[in-house]
Each structure stands twice: as structure tokens, then as C-alpha cells.
């Protein structure tokens, strides 16, 4: 054993108080299973030690309260967050679990050291290393051990599996989910103070059958069997309650409240990029109207030692319907819970910190709404609405068609192939969506209104408004943004960037378009040289990173390389411009999507063409032109295609 771990010991052999009440009493010690920093109002509440090994738990913890006892004392608010003292504990027990040993300061010991690296090969990865590398220096920093490790040096020991990137989903893929939710809160935000009060009968209908059935019977509890005859007994009553609410099912878990209540706090998150912890800060009163501009106020944790601060993120109107649908449609089980709290404060069986805490939680619009008989009636660790089962990705019926696994490839090379014609996502979480939206605003900050509208099938003018001068708004005077959000948006913008260059300069065989002159002649100059590849993605990530590249994906699937440029081209359905762009570039598998554009048109154009209306006559010249503008840059890429010969039947 170290001398530094007697001293750890000898420190703690009193067992003191590492956390404390509002009032100043202490709480928790050094050796308790978990810390409780309820009375800190944090999003992260204790810090568990019960899933650590006995054999190294009161190491680990005489560890992570040095830790805690330095960085609090050379803190200028005397404050450490709780999600720093449970990623030292995490790192030290992954250390402990192929290390063997939890005498951290044997660390310094080069064989030891040795020893420690070789037990750790392999076994995490990257984003892992960099935790355990900085943890290890910030044990150096307290004077814990006597080693300075560079996260180099740990990264090379990393498995390949790799963190992968949240998904972004493909364009009609993110349309279709959106209308989805859409539907959803048109749907039951009429319906919401009913679905309350039908709830809320149900479960005293429960009740009532429960009391006579034990009274009946003269026991206190009644056995497995009988109380799944006497759930469905309930629930064939309380079906009947909520007959003019469509499709509404009573039950008691709250399965299908919980169903529309996702829906909602999916709806939130597709306007507005906000994360998990900031949307389950939302309720009715969030949203606001600033300067003309819909806004919703919440709470964040990130970048603020886990204590709460208000942010706000630009939405639309639609967050304001679904934020009251979620609120007024979960208030039978905001009440059942805020009597039990109160009864237990009242009663003496929680603090007044964890009832604050409890209170604090049930004003969320997202609370849990399980109202069976395990957790009916009993003070909850969180009432917030958790999310184990995931979104419900197979209620969205996707079917991935060719173009769209095309683009799911090209957004998420991290994810490359895992998304097959004819299936779904391979995943979607709330986070997936956060950057769906980051990626969203990336591909459409210069698009105008009627662009954005043909591409994502909106059926409101004014939510493609909303969406075209997002990033205007972001920017107005006076209005508060979500920083990290945009820098996300920017991480996208880059990321799109490289992997459209990319295919530009390494992955298309042919180039047409105004642009592809000056890159067909260096492709040319750099092969003719032997090289393999015209421009490494390393390089192209150094230009778009310093401003000297720019590119903006069109809704043909070609790509603009002038970040200014205002033509028409980017609108789909009209565009054959007179005069050719000296800055669009079409590669082969932007003519392939062109070549699906022209399919589309034809059919347009017929059936048009068939109703023999003059009032049409100018759109089908518009029509007739895109589709042979198309057909010439399809020969240019060697793509067969039938030659369009119909005329226009009015002018003929």
C-alpha cells in the first residue's frame, strides 16, 4: 500500500460529510453507498457507489473525496458539480476493473505503469482514454501521484470501435417524421383537458374496484391473477370514458398517454434543437414571443458546473400546441403525485430539498405517468418522463428508398451501409433529432421560402418562413441563442462541406456544370502526376475550416461553390437559366438524382398537359425546358434515357 493511500486512510477514518441539506446539515459520508446532492438543484442528483466492486470501493472513494476536498478548495465559488465527481468515480473504476488495483498512486511507479496500459489495451475507446488520461493528471494535480500523461499516448490503445456521430436523418426521411408529430398535436390538443379528466376516472374507477374487491374478500392484497382480472375488468369501463377522443385506450402504466407525449416532446426538439435536460425544462409557459419572433425559455446544465441557467431557443408556433397538449393532458398524474409529495413532506419522510426537487420536476410539460399499482402512491426517486423505450422509431412506418439511403450515406459516414432500401433508421434518439435539426438549418441557410417548402412538403407557408430565416433570427439583436447549437450547426456545415468536396474532386467520374471546368482540369494535372486522389480529405477539411472553400447542396443535388450566390437555380422544379452558372458543379450522383427530378417532371407535365388549359401554357414551357436542360447534363454523365418529344398540346 502507498503512503499516500495511508494518508487517505488516516484522513478519512472519521468518515466525514461530503455532502449536505440547504440548511447546511450534512447528508452523506465518505463510505455511505451514494452521495446525495439533492439541496444543489443539479440535473445530476448522487453520486452511486453501489455498482463499484467491495474490493475497491473505499479506495475509490477516498480518491474521488481528495479529489473533490482539492478542486472545491482551489474553486473561486468553492463548488465542484456533481457530473465531475461521477466521471472521476466512473474513470477510477474502469482503471480498477482490468488494472486490477485501486491504489491510484502506484500510478507513478513506471512497472506499474506498464503494467496499467497493457491491462487497458484494447478495452475502450477513444473518447474512454482522453477521460482516464485527464483523470490521471488530475490526480497528479492534487498530489496523488507522480505522472503527467499525454492523451497521445493513451489514444493509440484505444479499440476501433469509435464513438459514433448522432444520426442525421435524409431530408424526406426528417419530413416525414416531422409531419408525423405534427399530426399528432392537431390531432389531441383539442382533446387535451378531456384525456386529463378520462385519465384521471379511470384511476379512481381502479380504485373503487380495488377497495371493494379487498373489502370483499377481507385481505389486504390480492394476487397476481385476480388483479390482472380486475385491470381488464377497469379497462373495458374505462375505454368507454374516452369514446370521443380518437383511438383512446385507458391504461393504467400510461402507455398510450406516454405514445402522444413523446410525439410532443419530439415535436419541441424537431423546432428547436434543444437536448433532453432543456426540453424536460419546458412546460406551457416556455414560450414567448420576442420582437416578433416565437422563442421558448428553459433551463441548461451544459458549460455551467451542472447548476441550471435559463437559455432560449428560437421555435414556431406549433412548440407552444404541443408543450399545452403535454402539460394539460398529464395533469391527473401531476396531481396524484403532488399529493403523495405533499403527504410525505407533511409526514416527515423526505427533506425539504427532495420535495422542492419533486415539485421542481412535476412542472414539466414531460412527467411519467405510471399509475400502476407498484409505483401508485409512492414518493418517486424522478418524476420526469423517462425514455428507456426509446421513440417508437417503427411507428413511423419508414421505408428507406435508394435516394434517401444515398443521403443517409453521405450525411452519416459513421454509419455508412447501415441503413438498407426498404428498411428504417437504424436508431433515432432525442439527440439524433438535435443534430437533424443542426444539419437542417445547415443545408437550408440560403434556400428562400418556396424552396424549402417543395423540398420538405410543407403544408404551412409560414413554417418554411420560419425555417429559410432561422439563421437571421438567431442573430437578432437582443435575442438570446442556444451557443452550442449553432457551433453544432457549424460542426454540420463543415462536415457537409468535406463530404460534398469529396465526392466532387475523389468520387465522380464526370463533372458538368459551369464550375466543373477548372476541377476537371486539376483532377486531370494531379492524376496525370500518379497521384490517387485529387485532394486528400484532410486538405479538404483545412480549406472549408479557413473559409477558402464554400459549397451549398442544391434541391437538384448538385452543389453551389459561391456561398453569395442568389439564382434560381436553387429552386427544383424551374431553373434552366439562360445563362450557365459559373459555380455549379454536378456530379454523377447529382445527375442520377436529376435524372429521378425529370422522371418527376414528365409525369407533372403530362398530366398538366392533358387538361388542355392555356392558363398552364407558360408553367408546361417552364416544365419542357428543365426537362431537356436535364437531359443534357445527362448525357454529359453517360446516363441513358429516352429523349422527351411531347409538345405542349394548347400552343400546338
Known amino acids: ?112 505503469y506498464r503494467k496499467f496500459k497493457s491491462s487497458i489495451k484494447g478495452r475502450y475507446v477513444q473518447s474512454t482514454m482522453d477521460h482516464i488520461a485527464t483523470t490521471i493528471n488530475t490526480l497528479n494535480a492534487a498530489g496523488l501521484l507522480d505522472r503527467y500523461v499525454k492523451c497521445s499516448e493513451l489514444r493509440v490503445l484505444a479499440n476501433d470501435k469509435g464513438s459514433k456521430q448522432y444520426i442525421a436523418m435524409p431530408s424526406t426521411i426528417h419530413a416525414k417524421v416531422l409531419q408525423r408529430v405534427i399530426d399528432t398535436v392537431e390531432t389531441y390538443h383539442p382533446h387535451r383537458l378531456e384525456i386529463s379528466a378520462v385519465m384521471s376516472k379511470g384511476i379512481k374507477l381502479r380504485d373503487s374496484e380495488l377497495a371493494n374487491e379487498l373489502s370483499k374478500l377481507h385481505v389486504s392484497s390480492l394476487p397476481k391473477k385476480k388483479v390482472k382480472v380486475l385491470n381488464q375488468r377497469v379497462a373495458r369501463q374505462a375505454h368507454k370514458l374516452g369514446e370521443a377522443i380518437p383511438e383512446y385506450r385507458f391504461d393504467q402504466t400510461g402507455k398510450w398517454v406516454n405514445g402522444i407525449l413523446k410525439d410532443c416532446l419530439m415535436c419541441v426538439a424537431l423546432f428547436s434543437g ?233 468520387g465522380s467520374e464526370n463533372l458538368s456544370g459551369g464550375g466543373s471546368k477548372d476541377i476537371m482540369k486539376e483532377k486531370e494535372e494531379r492524376l496525370g502526376r500518379g497521384e490517387t486522389i485529387v485532394m486528400s480529405r484532410e486538405e479538404i477539411k483545412v480549406l472549408v475550416k479557413n473559409g477558402s472553400k464554400s459549397i451549398v447542396l442544391l434541391p437538384t443535388g448538385a452543389y453551389c461553390t459561391n456561398s453569395e450566390c442568389e439564382r434560381l437555380c436553387s429552386i427544383e422544379s424551374f431553373a434552366a437559366e439562360d445563362k450557365p452558372c459559373s459555380h455549379l458543379v454536378i456530379t454523377d450522383k447529382s445527375a442520377k438524382e436529376m435524372a429521378a427530378q425529370r422522371k418527376r417532371l414528365i409525369k407533372a407535365f403530362t398530366a398538366m398537359n392533358d387538361m388542355g388549359d392555356y392558363a398552364y401554357s407558360r408553367i408546361l414551357v417552364g416544365y419542357k425546358e428543365k426537362i431537356c436542360h436535364i437531359e443534357h447534363t445527362l448525357k454529359s454523365h453517360k446516363i441513358p434515357f429516352e429523349p422527351f418529344t411531347q409538345q405542349i398540346k394548347v400552343l400546338a
Open 274 to 506: 434543444a437536448r433532453r435536460t432543456e426540453l424536460l425544462s419546458f412546460n406551457h409557459n416556455s414560450y414567448h414571443v420576442i420582437a416578433g419572433v416565437p422563442v421558448l425559455q428553459g433551463k441548461t446544465y451544459k458549460a455551467n458546473k451542472g447548476v441550471a441557467k435559463t437559455e432560449t431557443w428560437v421555435t414556431h408556433p406549433i412548440a407552444l400546441k404541443a408543450l399545452e397538449l403535454a402539460y394539460d393532458m398529464t395533469q391527473y398524474a401531476r396531481d396524484i403525485h403532488k399529493v403523495v409529495l405533499n403527504d410525505a413532506f407533511d409526514n416527515g419522510d423526505i427533506t425539504i430539498d427532495a420535495y422542492q426537487r419533486g415539485m421542481r420536476q412535476l412542472s414539466s410539460a414531460f412527467i411519467g405517468t405510471h399509475m400502476g399499482m407498484e409505483y401508485y402512491g409512492k414518493v418517486q426517486s424522478a418524476y420526469l418522463l423517462l425514455l428507456n423505450s426509446g421513440l417508437n422509431l417503427e411507428k413511423f412506418g419508414i421505408v428507406a428508398t435508394p435516394e434517401e439511403v444515398d443521403e443517409f450515406n453521405f450525411l452519416n459516414p459513421d454509419w455508412y451501409s447501415e441503413m438498407a432500401v426498404g428498411g428504417s433508421l437504424p436508431k433515432l434518439s432525442l439527440h439524433d433529432l438535435r443534430r437533424s435539426f443542426a444539419v437542417f438549418l445547415v443545408r437550408n441557410r440560403l434556400g428562400n421560402a418556396q424552396t424549402i417548402k417543395y423540398q420538405f412538403k410543407h403544408k404551412n407557408i409560414n413554417m418554411s418562413h420560419w425555417y429559410a430565416n432561422y439563421a437571421q433570427l438567431a442573430r437578432a439583436e437582443d435575442l438570446l441563442m442556444d451557443e452550442s447549437l449553432m457551433i453544432e450547426a457549424n460542426e454540420a456545415m463543415e462536415e457537409l462541406a468535406v463530404e460534398a468536396f469529396d465526392d466532387i474532386y475523389n
Open 1 to 112: 500500500m502507498s503512503n499516500i493511500l495511508l494518508k487517505l486512510q488516516e484522513e478519512f477514518d472519521e468518515n466525514p460529510f461530503v455532502s449536505f441539506d440547504s440548511t447546511g446539515q450534512g447528508i452523506s459520508r465518505v463510505y455511505d453507498g451514494a452521495w446525495d446532492y439533492t439541496a444543489r438543484n443539479e440535473h445530476l442528483r448522487t453520486v452511486s457507489f453501489t455498482a463499484v466492486p467491495e474490493s475497491h470501493r473505499a479506495n475509490i472513494q477516498r480518491y474521488v473525496g481528495k479529489l473533490l476536498e482539492y478542486n472545491m478548495a482551489k474553486s473561486t465559488d468553492n463548488h465542484v458539480s456533481v457530473s465531475q465527481m461521477v466521471r472521476w468515480k466512473d474513470v477510477l473504476t474502469r482503471i480498477s476493473k482490468f488494472w486490477g488495483k485501486s491504489d491510484f498512486s502506484l500510478l507513478s511507479n513506471n512497472t506499474e
